[in-house]
């Protein structure tokens, strides 16, 4: 079954990387659920020889993700931090980073608290700003880390003219596409090098596989994850892997019932006089919502809304019914969440302060329910 170049998005998100099995012909790509491959003779394999190092069912789903992101090659990891840190292990002590300031809680302190300490320098800038970028970068910067859209303040960044600053530094741009999904936005295409995804999330989108994954276009940094990915260890088993691959074969139809979902949660809120202050890319009051017009396919299935305090929110999430109160996002079902006090717990209070994620914020994965139930679920909870 050979996917056609001419192939369009929902096409390759439910064929590439993927053939029908050579011995039954299942249509399904079977979970090789094998620790090692039995060689015909010294030397003489058939392509697989360890588990950690291949694995079939592992290698459908970087083939699968690598075409949905447009880009060359795939590297399936254990989690999206593994993937992250992977991606950090290209860089040697005395290098630098810009990153987006309101960066996932996780990937603030594993650069805090794990890599600094390896002597790599981090500085965090409003990269939605494009004149605070150039400023920031030194002779010793190696990446431009972007999230867009943020977690939780779903602030966007112009890729496209991001990764034209960084290149005439001789920077390369690495984006964590989670918050976006590939369905929305594709930063390779955008002129990204690297991208990185939680497949935890979207990709995913059941809720019962943690994963990562990175994208890459360039030879070197391809070479390099692979032979990290097997170093190092950190890889995705075979289920995960197929569950992930089950996933992706849905994205297109769960982005677009959620994106639906999302907007009409965004106008329900933002109407609401108990809610102080709604964030979405996709309402004309986000402050770059032009630049998701242009830039996304759809505005994704988050949304940040402030009811005023600490004990607002609290009282807000111990009503819902519907929505569940959970960390993670991208699933079927519609989860809430506390940032300050769950997601970005490990960044320190006056850097939430400064970055908007107050103790009344809550944010919303939006599911692909029936929207009038997540709207009647609100309605009595904000009550």
């Not at 320098?121 to 002779?139: E, M």
């Not at 809550?362 to 904000?382: C, F, K, N």
Request: aromatic share 6%; with cysteine; proline share 5%.
């Amino acid at each position: 079954m050979k996917l056609p170049a001419s192939a369009r998005f929902a096409t390759i998100c439910v064929h590439a990387g993927q053939e029908p099995d050579p011995t039954t012909g299942a249509i399904i790509t079977p979970i090789y659920q094998t620790s090692t491959y039995v060689q015909e003779g010294l030397g003489q394999h058939k392509g697989f020889e360890y588990g950690r190092t291949h694995n079939p069912t592992r290698a459908a789903l970087e083939a699968n993700v690598a075409a949905i992101e447009g880009g060359s090659a795939g590297f399936a990891f254990a989690s999206g931090m593994a993937a992250i840190d992977t991606v950090l292990t290209r860089l040697q002590s005395g290098d630098h980073v810009v990153v987006s300031d309101n960066t996932y809680g996780g990937t603030f302190r594993l650069f805090e608290r794990v890599r600094r300490k390896f002597g790599l320098d981090f500085t965090y800038v409003d990269t939605s700003d494009l004149d605070a970028i150039a400023p920031a970068l030194r002779p010793a910067t190696k990446y431009l880390f972007l999230e867009s859209p943020t977690n939780p303040m779903l602030s966007v960044t112009d890729i496209a003219a991001a990764s034209e600053i960084a290149h005439r530094h001789g920077v390369r741009v690495v984006v964590d596409n989670t918050f976006a999904s590939p369905c929305v936005q594709r930063p390779l295409l955008l002129g990204a090098d690297l991208v990185l995804h939680s497949t935890t999330k979207f990709l995913n989108g059941h809720s019962d596989s943690v994963g990562g994954i990175v994208v890459a276009r360039h030879d070197d940094d391809i070479e390099w994850l692979r032979f990290v990915q097997n170093a190092a260890g950190a890889i995705l088993g075979p289920m995960d892997s197929w569950l992930v691959l089950r996933g992706t074969k849905t994205l297109t139809v769960r982005m677009e019932r959620t994106n639906a979902n999302t907007m009409r949660l965004a106008e329900f809120l933002v109407a609401h006089p108990k809610v102080t202050r709604t964030i979405y890319p996709g309402l004309p009051s986000h402050p770059h919502h032009g630049l998701a017009s242009r830039q996304m396919q759809g505005f994704g299935g988050l949304i940040s809304f402030d009811v005023g305090s600490l004990d607002r929110a609290r009282a807000v999430l111990g009503k819902v019914r519907l929505m569940a109160l959970a960390e993670s996002l991208g699933g079927v079902e519609t989860l809430i969440s506390h940032p300050a006090m769950m997601t970005h717990a490990s960044v320190p209070p006056d850097r939430r302060e400064r970055l908007g994620i107050s103790d009344g914020l809550l944010r919303v994965s939006v599911g692909i329910e029936d929207p009038a139930d997540l709207i009647d679920d609100l309605t009595q909870a904000l009550a």
